[in-house]
């Protein structure tokens, strides 16, 4: 499932905001969200973009990673609202379609 955005270690390779999309394992999976300001030029899919705490964020699926939990550090919010469209982004990504 799809749900959980956390604000992850500081100290490793994605600092800040990452989205666990394979909440239900034992080892996080995580796409990471950047601010959409300073985001390098992403293509619209797989890369969607969301408003947290009144921020634009992009999801840039194409650095999907796993981490280690305890890099996660508190849950932000949830976007299990929007599992559609991080679904259809992660199927573009693997898939291609």
Do not use: Y
């Not at 999801?59 to 976007?79: D, E």
């Amino acid at each position: 499932m799809i749900a959980c955005l956390f604000c992850h270690a500081a100290e490793s390779a994605f600092s800040g905001l990452v989205l666990d999309v394979l909440a239900d394992l034992g080892t996080p999976v995580v796409v990471p969200l950047l601010p959409k300001e300073t985001a390098p030029k992403l293509a619209k899919w797989p890369n969607p973009v969301f408003i947290v705490d009144d921020r634009s964020f992009v999801i840039a699926a194409q650095f999907i990673a796993a981490v280690p939990g305890r890099a996660l550090k508190k849950i932000v919010t949830s976007l299990l609202t929007h599992q559609d469209e991080i679904t259809q982004a992660l199927d573009l990504l693997l898939t291609g379609f």
